[in-house]
Nanobody, 123 residues
Framework: QVQLRESGGGLVQTGGSLRLSCAAS????????MGWFRQAPGKERDFVVA????????IYATSVKGRFTISRDNAKNTVYLQMNSLEPEDTAVYYC????????????????WGQGTQVTVSS
């Protein structure tokens, strides 16, 4: 069982930066791939980025590649999402998710979810 809690969301102007954190409980965090997803009002939950358990592999959505960076610290049971050059289109609730095994792109492949953190980018 893994419990996840996101933090770091907020309001930022276009071009600004935010760093999201996702703290996980459980002693086996290091065995889980972690993903970030986002959901805007009235839209489906979309894949943002994912990272394998050992940080050896990452997958980025095209829309965020070059602007967002995922990283993890297994000693701290935490995964991070550094978001730079934010745009109004990045406004959404951001969720972190965990799955045992390697990183995947679709929400249904993740077993554990956080409660989400709101990111709002003003124009």
């Amino acid at each position: 069982q893994v419990q996840l809690r996101e933090s770091g969301g907020g309001l930022v102007q276009t071009g600004g930066s935010l760093r999201l954190s996702c703290a996980a409980s459980g002693r086996t965090f290091a065995r889980y791939a972690m993903g970030w997803f986002r959901q805007a009002p009235g839209k489906e939950r979309d894949f943002v980025v994912a990272i394998n358990w050992n940080s050896a592999g990452t997958i980025y959505a095209t829309s965020v590649k070059g602007r967002f960076t995922i990283s993890r610290d297994n000693a701290k049971n935490t995964v991070y999402l550094q978001m730079n050059s934010l745009e109004p289109e990045d406004t959404a609730v951001y969720y972190c998710a965990a799955r045992y095994g390697s990183a995947r792109l679709t929400p249904v492949e993740y077993n554990y979810w956080g409660q989400g953190t709101q990111v709002t980018v003003s124009s």
